[in-house]
Nanobody
Framework: QVQLVESGGGLVQPGGSLRLSCATSGSTYYYNIGWFRQAPGKEREGVSCISSTGGNTYYGDSVKGRFTISRDNAKNTVYLQMNSLKPEDTAVYYC????????????????????WGQGTQVTVSS
């Protein structure tokens, strides 16, 4: 059983930065990892995704140019660097893992993910 644990959430002012981490149990170098978020009263949406080797990355339109996904397979950890945060970025952020390779067309398809973390709260407010 693969386990994913998010960390790094918190309260930040608009324009600030946070780095989220997704730690995976076991050797998951072959695992593709996505980040999703869910704001109060809204559906969960795809934020970003990185392939198992880190060679391919994908971003939602609302975060392009502000967020960067990366991974360190030696540490079994995927990161989401979030810069220029806005109040509308406030949400619970989840990481999820999938065996199937993501593509530009399907990376945000939640049903394609096999395992999910419990989430970490990010609040952007002054």
């Amino acid at each position: 059983q693969v386990q994913l644990v998010e960390s790094g959430g918190g309260l930040v002012q608009p324009g600030g930065s946070l780095r989220l981490s997704c730690a995976t149990s076991g050797s998951t170098y072959y695992y593709n990892i996505g980040w999703f978020r869910q704001a109060p009263g809204k559906e969960r949406e795809g934020v970003s995704c990185i392939s198992s080797t880190g060679g391919n990355t994908y971003y939602g339109d609302s975060v392009k140019g502000r967020f960067t996904i990366s991974r360190d397979n030696a540490k079994n950890t995927v990161y989401l660097q979030m810069n220029s945060l806005k109040p509308e970025d406030t949400a619970v952020y989840y990481c999820a893992g999938r065996f199937g390779a993501p593509t530009r067309r399907n990376w945000s398809s939640q049903g394609d993910y096999d395992y999910w973390g419990q989430g970490t709260q990010v609040t952007v407010s002054s």
